[in-house]
């Protein structure tokens, strides 16, 4: 708790700023992001490729590419900052606070070891795991006995997220899974680590329909059973509705609109949160019907001055094309970034 009883976050992030190297020259990607997750909160992190949902979550555990650098902002996990660490410090957040869940599991699966194998090396790097299980002194235990409670656990956590003969499946590699089953024995070494936060990364984009609605079932699950605290990168604004209690719209590095999840569906203010809402598939009767969003995505290396949406949104006014928008609050946790609502709301 801070002072004054107030709850902190487990993840705030505060005006961080990004810059790629590119052909020589540096781009600004992140452009003054700020976010907020408490606990047994899901956020989702929304908006079209490369407007930067990536990025961010890399930017959380120190793992940006080597032409990225951070030139401003504060990341605190825990209310403690993250941003300086050294390696060292910032694996040590990987393997302890932040779990990162992504799209393709066979990238993160190692092909010749078993999934038993891979969850009990997670025990192995981080033994006090064992103790926060139920062992009174994980050091007290020889070596044999560790191996066994770490290999106990594996089987659990896959029951946990409803693997079926887990008893079967700790024993096999990942080639032998299908691609649903290899992201449920993903999401069970990323909660084996028992982390502060979970990243989950577009984590059914690879999956078929009905894969996918029993993998965001799960996760639906999970956070009522292991209280998860969740940041869920979409681009698909159904499974925000269905997980996220509050919703960051994302554009060309900004955060453009940040809501409750329910407010957002009902009452979008920036123009490009509407853009995306509109072009979400609608069936009436026979027919199928979606407004495609018009344009594309500014490159980062040539991005128009002012808002960056302006060249793509139906309501832009003359400031838009030299002045970069504040965000403003319009409602309880509803903050939007858009020169419409600067002033008097029209």
């Not at 606070?97 to 969850?119: D, E, H, K, M, W």
């Not at 992201?183 to 990243?199: E, G, K, S």
């Not at 003359?318 to 002045?323: A, G, K, L, N």
């Amino acid at each position: 708790m801070a002072p004054g009883g107030e709850r902190i976050p487990v993840l705030e992030i505060q005006g961080l700023s990004v810059e790629l190297g590119i052909g020589g020259r540096r781009v600004r990607a992140l452009d003054d992001v700020s976010l907020s997750i408490h606990r047994g909160e899901t956020l989702g992190l929304v908006g079209e490729s490369g407007s930067g949902k990536s990025l961010t979550a890399l930017s959380i555990p120190g793992l940006l590419p080597d032409n990225a650098h951070v030139v401003g902002g504060s990341i605190r996990l825990m209310g403690e900052e993250v941003l300086g660490r050294s390696e060292r410090e910032l694996a040590r957040v990987r393997a302890r606070s932040v779990a990162l869940v992504f799209q393709n599991p066979t990238t993160y699966l190692n092909p010749v070891l078993t999934v038993g194998a891979q969850i009990a090396e997670i025990f192995e790097q981080s033994p006090e795991l064992l103790e926060r299980d139920g062992v009174e002194r994980s050091g007290g235990l020889s070596r044999r006995e560790r191996a066994r409670r770490a290999w106990s656990l594996g089987i659990d956590y896959l029951r946990l997220v409803k693997i079926p003969d887990p008893e079967r499946i700790v024993r096999q590699y990942p080639f032998e899974l299908s691609g649903g089953m290899q992201q449920r024995a993903v999401i069970a070494m990323a909660l084996a680590r028992r982390p502060n936060l979970v990243i989950a990364d577009e984590i059914t984009t690879a999956l078929d329909v009905t894969v996918q609605a029993q993998i965001l079932g799960l996760l639906a699950e999970l956070r009522r059973r292991v209280d998860m605290t969740l940041l869920l990168i979409t681009h698909d604004m159904g499974v925000v509705a269905q997980l996220a209690d509050r919703v960051a719209v994302m554009y060309s590095g900004s955060v453009v609109e940040c809501a409750p999840v329910g407010r957002l569906f009902r009452e979008a203010r920036h123009p490009y949160a509407r853009a995306l809402l509109e072009a979400v598939p609608t069936i009436q009767g026979s027919r199928t019907s979606l407004r495609p969003i018009p344009g594309a995505m500014p490159a980062l290396t040539d991005p128009p001055a002012g808002c960056r949406f302006h060249p793509r949104c139906p309501r832009v006014l003359e400031r838009c094309r030299s002045d970069k928008p504040v965000t403003v609050a319009v409602g309880h946790g509803h903050t939007v970034a858009c020169h419409l609502y600067e002033g008097p709301e029209p």
